[in-house]
Structure formats: C-alpha cells, structure tokens
C-alpha cells in the first residue's frame, strides 16, 4: 500500500474520518461527508511595492470551511512555506476548535507566503495592508473575521483595521472586523497571553484527574513563541516546575528547572533563545524525548509522528500548536496509555477571547482583564470536562471524543439551517 504523504491537510481528513463514524445514524452520511470540504478556497496575487522601489508579487490563500455556526474565524498565518492546503487543514481545525469550545463562529485561515523575518517593519505593514485591500470582499463581521497566526501579531490586526476604517471613510469600523488587536484600537486586555493559559489551564484538569499537580509537575515547552512562552510563564506562575523549552535553533534542558522570567526578558531582548545561558543546550528533536511529567508542543504541525512516539517520556501530551501530532503517533500514543489534550480544546482559549473581543467592540463595551481570564478559566475547564467525559462514557480517546462533539455541534447547525444551496 502506498504510504499517504504526512501533511497538515492528510492529518485532518485522517482525524475527521475517524470522528465521522462515530456519528453512526445520528446523522445523514452525506451531510457529514459535506464537512470534509471546504465551502470557498481563494487564491490572491499581492502586488506591494516595498521600500526597495520594486513591486512584488506575493501569493496569499484565504479558506472559508464552514460557517453553519457563524462568520468563519480564523488567524493569518505568514510563511515563505504555507501552502492552500495548509490553509484549508488550519480551516477545518478552526471549525472544530469553534464548535467544540462553544462560540458562534465557523471555520477559516489565511495564509500568506512571505518570510515575516526577512522583511523590515515598514514592508511587513505594506504587506499587511496590501493583504486587506486585496481580501476585502472576505474580511467582515458577518463573513470572515481574521486574527494574528504565526508571523503575524496584534500590531499587524490594527493595521487590517485602519485599512478597512480609511477604505470605508470612517474613524473606526462598526463591528469587529479583526480581533487580537491592541487594546487601544478596541483589542481585549488578556488575548495575547490567552492561547498559553488556555494549555496551562486544560493541563492543570488532565494533572488532577489523574491525581497530579501542577505544584509538582515538570514540563517541556516545544516553541518559545506567543503561545509557548505564554504557556511556560503561566507555568512557572502557577508553581510547576519548566525543565525544558526551545524555539527555532535552540533547545534548552535542565532537570533542575529553568528561570522563566529570566529567558523571557531575555528573548525580549534579544529575539531568541540562542546564548540565554541557561541550562544545557541540546537537539530540537531531542527535547520532545527528555524524562517529564507534561510535554506542550507549542511550535509547528507533525512534530510527534511514528519516527519518535515510541519514545516521548511524558505522561500529559498538551497540544499547543494545530497538528503537532500525526494520525499514526495518536495511534502510538493511545496504545502506550499517554493521555493526550488534543489541539482543537487544548489551543482554544485563543479564539473564546477572541470572541469575547468580537463581542466587545460589536457592543462597543470594555472588559477589564479579570473578567476575561475569569470567563476563560471557566470554559477551558467546562470543555475539558465535557470531552474528559465523554471519552470515559463512550470508551474513546480524548480526541476522537473532541472531534465526535464538534462534528455533532456541526451537523446539528446544519440541520438547523435546512438544505443549503
């Protein structure tokens, strides 16, 4: 048999065949074979001319998947290697993420191929708002609503809002056209450190219900960006014990634990890990297999696969990054007794502030930073138990339970709706 190619994409049609049969009778077999594609797929051509003097051509995906539940929902992913279908993988993710998580969004991506470390600041924003002027049609409360990815930030979303705002000859939008803005063009205090809390949050349920403690756990951290030095600062607050983390280049280990707070201001300062002095310094791929109580793989997509499941050490898999663990490794994973947070409700705590951000500036109200993380904290823990649960009841692994809970979410929108054209 030939070996099918471990992309984001074959990841995710991998974990939705899996969770559609457990749908049974409960559900027309070709609604929800109707969810395994995505409802639009666009492909644009930017053309901004940087500070060099030249136009260049640039390629950018946008993906609507679903939006029986609501507007699509989605962040902006920049990238010289992301693809359409990465962005149609990261879609269909964010539909079941939505779903499960309980806000009234559908599923979408964008992506955008550019390296965000090669261009000055001043390109970047030319990039950005060339990217809105360009996706307009497909930027709005009702329809889509961006938010930051990776190589894109929360400076980027105010431009998508400034641009929208001059386009539309008004000081500010009407609605929430974008989310994880800064706070003072209508962002919400706590959504930058909320896809971080969100892992810390599902993790500290998963430590409990199998008689642990966050007080005692030790944990690596794989990524050092927003959601994984978000995650390792919330651990260290909350009393655990960070042995490991790594970004792009390096990796660092100490059984001991490492100071958080330390290479936090220094990879402010310094924009890597590299040189941080602590710890020993030792392979990317090795740090995934080093002894721990809970490993966050916060980086990329397909980081656990069949090559090095046999050997991750740790007892909780918190999936902090979308995809980082193949169909294949779940498999490994399950069969060894590891207890993974799937991706869809362990990264969620990103997009329910989001929500809370849509809401706010659709009301045109302000949340203070307490009632946020107070909001937050009560729905990570309210989902993990639903799909905890229902992985018992049902005899399933943690997330085919998720997945099987957003599919029907999904699917009852859909009915809901009638037979769409």
């Known amino acids: 048999m030939k070996a099918v190619p471990q992309t984001m994409l074959n990841s995710a049609l991998a974990n939705f065949d899996r969770a559609s049969g457990l749908l049974?009778?409960?559900?027309?077999?070709?609604?929800?074979?109707?969810?395994?594609?995505?409802?639009?797929?666009?492909?644009?051509?930017?053309?901004?001319?940087?500070?060099?003097?030249?136009?260049?051509?640039?390629?950018?995906?946008?993906?609507?998947?679903?939006?029986?539940?609501?507007?699509?929902?989605?962040?902006?992913?920049?990238?010289?290697?992301?693809?359409?279908?990465?962005?149609?993988?990261?879609?269909?993710?964010?539909?079941?993420?939505c779903a499960l998580i309980g806000v009234p969004f559908g599923g979408g991506k964008s992506g955008i191929v550019a390296d965000p470390l090669a261009l000055s600041p001043d390109d970047k924003q030319t990039l950005i708002r060339s990217f809105t002027r360009n996706a307009r049609r497909?930027?709005?409360?009702?329809?889509?609503?961006?938010?930051?990815?990776?190589?894109?930030?929360?400076?980027?979303?105010?431009?998508?809002?400034?641009?929208?705002?001059?386009?539309?000859?008004?000081?500010?939008?009407q609605g929430s056209y974008v989310t994880g803005k800064p706070v003072i063009m209508g962002g919400i205090p706590g959504r930058r450190e909320a896809t971080g809390r969100g892992v810390v949050l599902s993790t500290i349920e998963a430590l409990e219900t199998h008689g642990g403690s966050i007080k005692t756990a030790r944990v690596i951290i794989q990524g050092f960006g927003n959601v994984g030095a978000g995650a390792a600062e919330t651990f260290a607050e909350m009393g655990a014990k960070v042995v490991g983390v790594s970004d792009v280049d390096t990796a660092l280990?100490?059984?001991?634990?490492?100071?958080?707070?330390?290479?936090?201001?220094?990879?402010?300062?310094?924009?890597?890990?590299?040189?941080?002095?602590?710890?020993?310094?030792?392979?990317?791929?090795?740090?995934?297999?080093?002894?721990?109580?809970?490993?966050?793989?916060?980086?990329?997509?397909?980081?656990?696969?069949?090559?090095?499941?046999?050997?991750?050490?740790?007892?909780?898999?918190?999936?902090g990054a979308n995809g980082p663990t193949s169909p294949d490794a779940d498999t490994i994973l399950t069969q060894r007794g590891l207890y993974v947070i799937p991706d869809i409700l362990c990264n969620a705590g990103g997009v329910f502030v989001s929500y809370l951000e849509y809401t706010q500036e659709?009301?045109?109200?302000?949340?203070?930073?307490?009632?946020?993380?107070?909001?937050?904290?009560?729905?990570?823990?309210?989902?993990?138990?639903?799909?905890?649960?229902?992985?018992?009841?049902?005899?399933?692994?943690?997330?085919?339970?998720?997945?099987?809970?957003?599919?029907?979410?999904?699917?009852?929108?859909?009915?809901?709706?009638?037979?769409?054209?």
């Open 362 to 421: 659709t009301q045109q109200e302000q949340m203070t930073r307490e009632a946020v993380l107070a909001r937050l904290d009560k729905r990570m823990r309210d989902k993990f138990k639903l799909v905890h649960d229902t992985a018992i009841a049902r005899k399933l692994p943690t997330r085919e339970a998720a997945m099987y809970l957003a599919l029907k979410n999904v699917c009852a929108a859909n009915v809901a709706r009638g037979a769409l054209p």
């Open 24 to 97: 049974g009778d409960e559900y027309p077999s070709d609604l929800v074979q109707k969810l395994r594609h995505p409802k639009e797929r666009s492909e644009l051509r930017l053309s901004p001319q940087f500070s060099d003097g030249k136009i260049h051509t640039i390629t950018a995906f946008i993906v609507h998947h679903s939006d029986a539940i609501g507007p699509c929902k989605g962040g902006i992913r920049m990238s010289p290697t992301v693809t359409l279908d990465d962005v149609t993988a990261l879609a269909m993710e964010m539909t079941w993420k």
């Open 253 to 319: 280990y100490d059984p001991k634990g490492l100071d958080i707070p330390a290479l936090l201001a220094y990879v402010h300062k310094t924009g890597s890990l590299r040189g941080a002095g602590q710890g020993k310094v030792i392979a990317n791929d090795a740090l995934l297999e080093m002894p721990c109580d809970v490993l966050a793989p916060c980086a990329t997509a397909n980081q656990i696969t069949v090559k090095n499941a046999e050997r991750i050490q740790a007892k909780i898999i918190a999936e």
């Open 138 to 173: 497909n930027i709005h409360p009702l329809v889509y609503v961006p938010a930051p990815d990776m190589g894109t930030n929360e400076r980027d979303m105010g431009y998508i809002k400034d641009t929208i705002s001059y386009s539309l000859g008004y000081a500010t939008t």
